[in-house]
Nanobody, 125 residues
Framework: QVQLVESGGGLVQVGGSLRLSCAASGRTFSSYTMGWFRQAPGKEREFLAAIRYSGGSTWYADSVKGRFTISRDNAKNTVYLQMSSLKPEDTAVYYC??????????????????WGQGTQVTVSS
């Protein structure tokens, strides 16, 4: 079983930055494709970014491309989401996900075996 714990959320002003972290338990973290998703009130959970186990490949949703950067430190079993130029519409609960099932798209919510509990990000105008 893998446990994921997100941190780094909070209240930030428009145009500000935050870095989210997702710490994972387990010795096989380095073999997992990891993803970040978010869910705003009344909306479906949406894909933001993903990173291959080696860190060599990354994917982004159009809505965050150029503003958000996903990275990972396999030595620390941690994946990060650096967010900049934040907008009010970025307000949501942010989740990390781990261990994408082979053959599933990185954007596929149902393709990830493990999820964190989420961290709230609020962008005030």
């Amino acid at each position: 079983q893998v446990q994921l714990v997100e941190s780094g959320g909070g209240l930030v002003q428009v145009g500000g930055s935050l870095r989210l972290s997702c710490a994972a338990s387990g010795r096989t973290f380095s073999s997992y494709t990891m993803g970040w998703f978010r869910q705003a009130p009344g909306k479906e959970r949406e894909f933001l970014a993903a990173i291959r186990y080696s860190g060599g490949s990354t994917w982004y949703a159009d809505s965050v491309k150029g503003r958000f950067t996903i990275s990972r430190d396999n030595a620390k079993n941690t994946v990060y989401l650096q967010m900049s130029s934040l907008k009010p519409e970025d307000t949501a609960v942010y989740y990390c996900a781990a261990n994408l099932v082979a053959g599933r798209a990185v954007t596929d919510i149902g393709g990830y075996r493990y999820w964190g509990q989420g961290t709230q990000v609020t962008v005030s105008s």
